[in-house]
C-alpha cells in the first residue's frame, strides 16, 4: 500500500521537483542529483508514506530544503556569480546570443524598478539571499519584503513579455 502512494504521489512528481531543484540551484547535472536525492529518501521511507496527511507536499518542501542546503554548502566553497544562468544545455551560439540579449534584457527592466524592489529582486534572484536576510539589511518587514519581491516580479514579466512579444 505505501508503495503504491510512492508510486502514484511522489513519483510523478519528478517533473515538478526538477523544476524547483533547477530554479533554485541553476545548475540541470546538480538539479537532477537533489531530485534523484529526494526520491530515494522518500522511496526508503516508503512503508510510512501513509502516516501523512500530504507527502507530495512533503516531497516538495524535501526538495527546497535539500537544495538550499545545497547552495548553502556552494556559498561558503565559492562566490556566487552575478550572471543568469537560464539553463544552456548546447554551446550553439544562437542559443548563447539568445540567452545573453535575455539576459541583458531582464537587467535592464530590473535596473528600472524602484530601488527598493529592485535590491529586493536583486538580492532575493541573483544574489539568493533569505527573505529574512533581506528584510534585516533594507530595514523592512518580511512581509513587506515578500509583497515588493512580489511586485518586482510581476513588473518584470509584465515588461519582458512587451518586450519580447515586439
Not at 513519483?11 to 530515494?40: F, H, M, T
Not at 507527502?55 to 524535501?62: G, H, N, Q
Not at 537587467?107 to 535590491?119: A, G, S, T, V
Amino acid at each position: 500500500m505505501s508503495q503504491e502512494i510512492y508510486k502514484t504521489e511522489i513519483l510523478p512528481l519528478r517533473i515538478r521537483l526538477l523544476d524547483i531543484a533547477r530554479n533554485i540551484l541553476g545548475n540541470r547535472e546538480e538539479a537532477e542529483d537533489a531530485v534523484q536525492e529526494v526520491l530515494l529518501k522518500f522511496w526508503l521511507i516508503s512503508d510510512s508514506l501513509g502516516c501523512y496527511a500530504n507527502p507530495a507536499a512533503m516531497a516538495v518542501t524535501a526538495m527546497k530544503n535539500l537544495c538550499l542546503d545545497k547552495l548553502k554548502v556552494l556559498k561558503r566553497e565559492q562566490p556566487l556569480s552575478t550572471e543568469i544562468d537560464f539553463g544552456a544545455d548546447t554551446d550553439n551560439p544562437y542559443y548563447l546570443l539568445e540567452s545573453k540579449n535575455t539576459e541583458e534584457i531582464l537587467m535592464w527592466i530590473i535596473e528600472r524598478l524602484p530601488k527598493l524592489q529592485q535590491m529586493i529582486i536583486k538580492m532575493k534572484d541573483i544574489q539568493l539571499y533569505e527573505v529574512e536576510e533581506i528584510a534585516n539589511i533594507t530595514g523592512t518587514a518580511v512581509e513587506a519584503v515578500r509583497m515588493n519581491l512580489s511586485r518586482a516580479r510581476k513588473k518584470v514579466r509584465e515588461e519582458y513579455l512587451k518586450i519580447t512579444a515586439l
